[in-house]
């Protein structure tokens, strides 16, 4: 109710207080009419309409009932805590959406949409016990809504397969039907610009809805979106970086102007400076100001590390570990284990590496679906690693691992599979699993998936470093604000690989990323071929493929191979000394592997 006074919104919450009684003392037509007096003054009143939806019902005006529940869904996720939430299942962000939700629903309990989109979160993370009952309570306040029942019906449906004997037909049978903005795009669009138009004041609005106009490819209205956003909050730091991440060239000589003035003031607020920090770099590199621009993107690092605690020994420990428990004999004595579905396509390898084009131009075959990045094996693995924060700093993760019986290697694969399942949204017989990260976890892929298929994007490790570095990643990403521990990172992930080429010669297919760029169709015939799929001349013009992408690569895998980023890295070669130092031999040798690595 924008414009209302205080004693407006006392009157209105005075007003619902009243509805909830006159509900629960089973005065129907008294709390009806009350909830009508409120959406006369307030007609985007989702609670008013809750509460008339509730009584309408129990009075049996079953048809006016449904479009009052309607209503109330609709104008509850245009609320902005429901809006945000919906915007974090988008990209992954779970935990941060869950805890919106439950925020939410303690002043809001009987939100049927805020349930629906909790259930969905419990769904995609293994939890259908729960996620049935958040569906049951959702449909107990609007039991028409059918985004809960369509997801209902799929959640029963995983249960019974986890009972039954035809596990390995069921992930053909579910697809999850998605919330809006959970791959569910044109409704996703739909939505965000009704909370722009509601709320056109927010900063925060315009930029989420930039970040879904770029993901549908909508660039130049995503530029539109940012734009609006600095013009209603001039240092809005993700907007900037946003704006910047777009690797177009959007922003010029005005906007490092404006981004000097900004910093210079310090009166940005803490989350945003880094991101400022970043924007300015990717201008002023954009401009050739190479020695400007690394300071920028030093100091935006080093703002982000201070609030991150990062070990590099521990990924080295891991390494270690993995080398000494996942040798040969080790799959010598699982052979026959885990579970033998071929479905999985996964895209490992360090982050920047090119695993968003390798993903885009196999999402253009007929017969593979693009999943995006999901978190299911690194939740997998967190469980096998307990209490500890990540399974890499637990030592005894593969301990437990190397301990568990075929017919639990067998379970861990079959929930690996129910898992992605209610993330995919065709019938095509194989999907990807695009998690770059994942190469901290080859050994438990093959242990539990051991027919896989397994892609390693590689890139030069200088062009690659400097491209995490250059990358402002607010979390997930411990490694990337320090040269040396990316270098570190590298050099790890390159041992673990070579460690598994070893024990397990031809699981892994390897793709070079300057030679895939430098002879684009022999490679993708070569990398179709490995996988064992036909060729399908769509795979050559992946860049025509409409699909939603929502990494940083999005506007990348929209134009034709390009060599331009190839050497980019060489304009800060003076500054990148202890990247090299810490990849030691590994340069030299590219794409080789040296021998005392």
Same mark, same amino acid.
């Given at each position: 109710?924008?414009?209302?006074?205080?004693?407006?919104?006392?009157?209105?919450?005075?007003?619902? =207080?009243? @509805?909830? $009684? &006159? %509900?629960?003392?089973?005065?129907?037509?008294?709390?009806?009419?009350? +909830?009508? /007096?409120? !959406?006369?003054?307030?007609?985007?009143?989702?609670?008013?309409?809750?509460?008339?939806?509730?009584?309408?019902?129990?009075?049996?005006?079953?048809?006016?009932?449904?479009?009052?529940?309607?209503?109330?869904?609709?104008?509850?996720?245009?609320?902005?805590?429901?809006?945000?939430?919906?915007?974090?299942?988008?990209?992954?962000?779970?935990?941060?959406?869950?805890?919106?939700?439950?925020?939410?629903?303690?002043?809001?309990?009987?939100? =049927?949409? @805020?349930? $629906? &989109? %909790?259930?969905?979160?419990?769904?995609?993370?293994?939890?259908?016990? +729960?996620? /049935?009952? !958040?569906?049951?309570?959702?449909?107990?306040?609007?039991?028409?809504?059918?985004?809960?029942?369509?997801?209902?019906?799929?959640?029963?449906?995983?249960?019974?397969?986890?009972?039954?004997?035809?596990?390995?037909?069921?992930?053909?049978?579910?697809?999850?039907?998605?919330?809006?903005?959970?791959?569910?795009?044109?409704?996703?669009?739909?939505?965000?610009?009704?909370?722009?138009?509601?709320?056109?004041?927010?900063?925060?609005?315009?930029?989420?809805?930039?970040?879904? %106009?770029?993901?549908?490819?909508?660039?130049?209205?995503?530029?539109? +979106?940012?734009?609006?956003?600095?013009?209603?909050?001039?240092?809005?730091?993700?907007?900037?970086?946003?704006?910047?991440?777009?690797?177009?060239?959007?922003?010029?000589?005005?906007?490092?102007?404006?981004?000097?003035?900004?910093?210079?003031?310090?009166?940005?607020?803490?989350?945003?400076?880094?991101?400022?920090?970043?924007?300015?770099?990717?201008?002023?590199?954009?401009?050739?100001?190479?020695?400007?621009?690394?300071?920028?993107?030093?100091?935006?690092?080093?703002?982000?590390?201070?609030?991150?605690?990062?070990?590099?020994?521990?990924?080295?420990?891991?390494?270690?570990?993995?080398?000494?428990?996942?040798?040969?004999?080790?799959?010598?004595?699982?052979?026959?284990?885990?579970?033998?579905?071929?479905?999985?396509?996964?895209?490992?390898?360090?982050?920047?590496?090119?695993?968003?084009?390798?993903?885009?131009?196999?999402?253009?075959?007929?017969?593979?679906?693009?999943?995006?990045?999901?978190?299911?094996?690194?939740?997998?693995?967190?469980?096998?690693?307990?209490?500890?924060?990540?399974?890499?700093?637990?030592?005894?993760?593969?301990?437990?691992?190397?301990?568990?019986?075929?017919?639990?290697?067998?379970?861990?694969?079959?929930?690996?599979?129910?898992?992605?399942?209610?993330?995919?949204?065709?019938?095509?017989?194989?999907?990807?699993?695009?998690?770059?990260?994942?190469?901290?976890?080859?050994?438990?892929?093959?242990?539990?998936?051991?027919?896989?298929?397994?892609?390693?994007?590689?890139?030069?490790?200088?062009?690659?470093?400097?491209?995490?570095?250059?990358?402002?990643?607010?979390?997930?990403?411990?490694?990337?604000?320090?040269?040396?521990?990316?270098?570190?990172?590298?050099?790890?992930?390159?041992?673990?690989?070579?460690?598994?080429?070893?024990?397990?010669?031809?699981?892994?297919?390897?793709?070079?990323?300057?030679?895939?760029?430098?002879?684009?169709?022999?490679?993708?015939?070569?990398?179709?071929?490995?996988?064992?799929?036909?060729?399908?001349?769509?795979?050559?013009?992946?860049?025509?493929?409409?699909?939603?992408?929502?990494?940083?690569?999005?506007?990348?895998?929209?134009?034709?191979?390009?060599?331009?980023?190839?050497?980019?890295?060489?304009?800060?070669?003076?500054?990148?000394?202890?990247?090299?130092?810490?990849?030691?031999?590994?340069?030299?040798?590219?794409?080789?592997?040296?021998?005392?690595?």
């Amino acid at each position: 109710m924008i414009g209302s006074t205080n004693a407006d919104i006392g009157n209105k919450a005075e007003a619902i =207080a009243n @509805a909830r $009684r &006159l %509900l629960r003392a089973g005065d129907f037509a008294s709390a009806t009419e009350q +909830a009508r /007096e409120i !959406l006369d003054g307030d007609d985007r009143c989702a609670e008013a309409w809750r509460m008339l939806g509730m009584a309408l019902r129990a009075s049996g005006h079953l048809a006016e009932a449904r479009e009052a529940e309607m209503a109330a869904i609709h104008e509850s996720r245009l609320h902005p805590d429901m809006f945000q939430a919906t915007l974090a299942i988008a990209d992954n962000r779970l935990d941060e959406a869950e805890q919106l939700l439950r925020d939410y629903l303690k002043d809001q309990r009987d939100d =049927a949409a @805020a349930l $629906r &989109l %909790l259930a969905e979160i419990g769904a995609r993370l293994g939890r259908l016990d +729960a996620a /049935e009952r !958040l569906l049951k309570e959702s449909l107990q306040v609007a039991p028409d809504y059918p985004a809960a029942q369509s997801l209902l019906r799929r959640v029963e449906e995983a249960r019974r397969a986890q009972a039954g004997s035809e596990a390995s037909e069921f992930p053909r049978g579910l697809r999850a039907e998605g919330t809006a903005g959970a791959d569910q795009y044109a409704e996703a669009l739909d939505l965000f610009e009704q909370v722009v138009e509601r709320f056109p004041d927010s900063p925060r609005n315009w930029i989420s809805y930039g970040h879904i %106009l770029r993901t549908v490819g909508r660039r130049e209205d995503a530029i539109a +979106a940012y734009r609006h956003a600095i013009g209603l909050k001039r240092d809005a730091g993700e907007a900037w970086w946003a704006l910047a991440d777009l690797k177009t060239r959007e922003l010029g000589s005005k906007d490092i102007e404006q981004l000097s003035e900004i910093l210079a003031a310090g009166s940005a607020d803490a989350a945003d400076v880094s991101r400022l920090h970043f924007a300015l770099a990717r201008a002023l590199e954009q401009a050739g100001r190479f020695e400007e621009s690394f300071r920028h993107y030093a100091e935006g690092n080093r703002l982000i590390a201070a609030g991150h605690a990062y070990d590099r020994t521990a990924i080295t420990r891991h390494v270690e570990e993995s080398i000494r428990f996942l040798d040969g004999d080790f799959f010598r004595a699982r052979k026959g284990a885990g579970f033998d579905t071929s479905d999985p396509i996964f895209v490992l390898g360090m982050p920047r590496a090119g695993s968003t084009l390798i993903e885009q131009i196999l999402a253009s075959h007929s017969e593979v679906e693009g999943t995006m990045e999901l978190p299911n094996i690194i939740g997998i693995a967190n469980w096998l690693a307990g209490e500890k924060r990540a399974a890499f700093e637990a030592s005894d993760y593969l301990t437990h691992l190397a301990a568990l019986p075929p017919a639990e290697l067998l379970k861990l694969g079959k929930g690996y599979i129910w898992g992605t399942a209610l993330r995919r949204q065709t019938s095509k017989p194989f999907f990807i699993d695009k998690m770059p990260n994942n190469w901290l976890h080859l050994g438990l892929i093959l242990t539990i998936l051991p027919k896989a298929r397994i892609i390693d994007a590689r890139r030069h490790p200088m062009a690659c470093g400097l491209s995490n570095f250059r990358q402002h990643f607010a979390s997930g990403q411990g490694f990337s604000y320090d040269l040396a521990d990316i270098g570190s990172f590298y050099a790890d992930y390159v041992r673990m690989m070579d460690h598994f080429d070893r024990v397990a010669p031809g699981r892994v297919i390897r793709v070079i990323h300057e030679e895939l760029i430098a002879e684009p169709e022999a490679g993708i015939r070569s990398l179709l071929d490995r996988l064992g799929l036909p060729f399908d001349e769509a795979c050559l013009n992946f860049q025509d493929n409409k699909r939603a992408v929502r990494t940083s690569s999005s506007e990348q895998v929209r134009r034709p191979i390009s060599r331009e980023g190839v050497e980019q890295w060489r304009s800060f070669e003076p500054w990148l000394e202890p990247l090299r130092q810490a990849l030691g031999s590994i340069v030299d040798s590219y794409p080789a592997v040296p021998e005392s690595v």
